[in-house]
């Protein structure tokens, strides 16, 4: 990271801090100034270890708030502390005031990954408390997949979706991409229970392939009738464009009885996609 960047990054962090002064943890002044400070302490850090700490405290806020029930990650939303909100929220402007410029192709992925799935857990956090995500950005959106709420640089003001498929899906010939990113919802592959490293990437897109195509709310087979999530078919063109390439796709990740019973199918019966948000 450039000096600038780093400074762009504190600056953020300083900023976050000062507000957390002014309201407070519970919206008045009482308290709000210790808080303030403890946290600004915490994340205000020298030039060279900014990146570092800043994804070590997105890492703690993830082992701190996720849980894992019957193979879903799940994300305790209601229990996130101002201190932590305020830390994720500096994690989020850290990643803005560096932008991808400079890093290798998966570095870049990584951060994208990354930029996408505490976005998406601060538009919750924002919201809290809600039923789904789609009721987040009003009636005719369904959704905030489309607002314009993060400045990345080097990149401009970005949405959820610029992020998804104007950047990663434009620019990455990658299916597993939609393993990665998380929308908040129930019926989504899982909110990586760590932050997406350049280091295990590959490995990492091959375990949420794996998780989620073996798990019954991606891919299913009752009474020979397959049942599929509505992802496979929202974005079959990156599954080989067709039912038959969904199934190719779904048998390379498959394991075991699912698996056996792929290979003797024909087509995909059904699509389905439960919108719920994943809280827990």
């Not at 039923?131 to 009003?138: E, L, W, Y």
């Not at 990455?172 to 990113?181: C, K, S």
């Not at 195509?213 to 009752?222: A, D, F, I, L, Q």
Request: charged fraction near 20%.
């Amino acid at each position: 990271m450039t000096i600038s960047k780093q400074v762009q990054a504190l600056g953020a962090v300083a900023a976050l801090a000062i507000t957390l002064a002014a309201c407070g943890p519970s919206g008045d002044n009482s308290g709000g100034t210790d808080l303030a400070t403890e946290t600004a302490s915490a994340v205000v850090l020298t030039g060279k270890e900014t990146s570092e700490e800043m994804t070590a405290h997105y890492a703690d806020f993830l082992s701190k708030y996720i849980s894992t029930t019957d193979g879903i990650n799940f994300v305790a939303y209601g229990d996130v502390t101002p201190e932590d909100k305020v830390m994720l929220e500096a994690y989020i402007a850290s990643l803005e005031a560096s932008g991808p410029a400079g890093l290798s192709r998966d570095e870049e992925m990584a951060f994208w990954f990354n930029l996408y799935n505490a976005k998406t857990i601060e538009v919750i956090l924002d919201a809290y408390p809600v039923s789904s995500i789609r009721k987040i950005g009003g009636l005719i959106s369904g959704g905030p997949w489309d607002i314009k709420n993060m400045t990345v640089n080097g990149v401009g003001e970005m949405s959820l979706n610029d992020v998804e498929h104007g950047t990663l899906r434009a620019n990455w010939d990658e299916p597993r991409i939609h393993y990665a990113v998380n929308c908040a919802s129930f019926g989504c592959p899982n909110l990586k229970a760590t932050p997406w490293t350049a280091e295990t990437l590959e490995a990492d897109l091959v375990q949420a392939a794996v998780d989620y195509v073996n798990h019954p709310r991606g891919v299913r087979v009752e009474d020979g009738k397959v049942t599929a999530s509505k992802i496979f078919n929202w974005y079959k063109e990156d599954f080989g464009g067709d039912k038959d390439g969904i199934l190719a796709h779904a048998r390379q990740y498959a394991k075991g009885e699912l698996k056996t019973a792929l290979e003797a199918a024909t087509t995909i019966n059904s699509f389905e996609y439960n919108w719920d948000l994943n809280e827990g």
